[in-house]
């Protein structure tokens, strides 16, 4: 008897998978998938009896939401996001449309507006309705107990956001490096009188962003804690209201380059000064991160750090759809590489 097999039998607790049949019959997921489903995709007739004994001999059963998700002629995949005034997550979402449309799934779409009673709303709604996964992008950085819950009920990935003790599927990007690496060309423009305009506490970005800013700091003998911090909240009008309060400084106090932790503050940044007749980069220049087509349609265009959203949405919904397939047997995590875009709004200290 196969070593698998013997160790399914001798326990009798552990219910076997689709990975346990591949693993067994030495073929791959998508084989078994297909002799399982009486899918259209050729099988060799001695391949599909060497599955069907493996599957016998496991007691292996399909899992219910995948084959609804095979035969269903519509399923439902909700998507918990902010809002979509912000492009880079609208590009997630058009991510996740593009890998639906060739399921032919429904995605239901629940703005939260970064609040959490309204993410705990969504949550406990969707854990009601019958859909076959959620797509999560948490606002606030907090778990709700119907998150929990709903995580308990069925496939739940994150995307760009993870929430700390929730051990979840998450499709995210390097934050911390790119950030710092964008802090880095910024002192290699030998700016030394730094501000930080942060994201909002506790959310996941927002703290990897800072923490990559201050890595660079530091590799620079500035003591981190000697930058200031302006606390945003990745909108546009956070980014105005940052410019005013540095703009209320005498000009020799003012900083010479602002790290904004996304491109809508950054936007917002430049746009106010420019109102208030300081010059960018002259005056103070200005980074953001996402990248978003906003970016290079201001005069000057932003340097920031591109991260990619439509992939990111794209690799959640694979993911997604992977683990109502078939159960992941552990949290899964997939880290998309930045990259810094030098523009026109960091210029050279004087």
């Not at 590009?91 to 703005?111: F, K, N, Y």
């Not at 503050?265 to 109102?275: K, S």
């Not at 949290?331 to 030098?342: A, K, N």
Request: aromatic content about 6%; overall charge negative; charged content about 20%.
């Amino acid at each position: 008897m196969d070593p698998l097999s013997a160790k399914t039998e001798a326990t009798g607790a552990a219910r076997a998978t689709i990975r346990d049949v591949a693993r067994l019959a030495h073929v791959s997921i998508g084989t078994v998938s297909a002799v399982i489903n009486n899918s259209d995709r050729p099988v060799a007739a001695e391949t599909r009896a060497r599955v069907l004994r493996c599957v016998a001999q496991l007691n292996f059963e399909p899992n219910s939401a995948a084959r609804s998700l095979k035969h269903q002629r519509v399923s439902s995949i909700g998507f918990i996001v902010p809002d979509l005034s912000n492009a880079f997550f609208a590009d997630i979402a058009a991510g996740i449309q593009q890998v639906l449309d060739g399921m032919d799934c429904l995605l239901v779409l629940c703005m939260t507006w970064s609040d959490m009673q309204r993410e705990e709303y969504y949550a406990k709604v969707l854990r009601t309705q019958r859909l076959s996964g959620v797509i999560y992008l948490s606002g606030t950085g907090l778990p709700s107990p119907s998150l929990l819950n709903l995580a308990k009920k069925g496939a739940v990935v994150f995307v760009d956001e993870c929430l700390p003790g929730v051990d979840l599927p998450f499709v995210g990007s390097q934050n911390l490096i790119g950030a710092r690496s964008l802090a880095q060309y910024v002192l290699d423009q030998q700016h030394h009188r730094l501000t930080i305009v942060s994201g909002p506490r506790g959310l996941w970005t927002s703290e990897q962003r800072q923490a990559g800013f201050r890595e660079a700091f530091a590799a620079a003998d500035i003591l981190p804690d000697s930058v200031p911090v302006i606390r945003g909240d990745y909108s546009e009008l956070s980014g105005r209201q940052a410019a005013d309060e540095i703009a209320a400084l005498a000009v020799d106090q003012r900083p010479t380059a602002v790290l904004c932790a996304n491109d809508l503050m950054a936007i917002g940044f430049i746009r106010r000064c420019q109102e208030l007749n300081i010059a960018i980069p002259g005056d103070i220049s200005v980074t953001g991160f996402d990248d978003i087509p906003e970016a290079r349609l201001l005069t000057p265009e932003l340097t920031t750090v591109r991260q990619p959203g439509k992939a990111m949405g794209q690799a959640a919904a694979r993911l997604l759809l992977q683990g109502i397939g078939e159960p992941l047997t552990e949290p899964l995590q997939q880290d998309f590489v930045t990259e810094v875009c030098i523009r026109g709004s960091v210029g050279r200290a004087v």
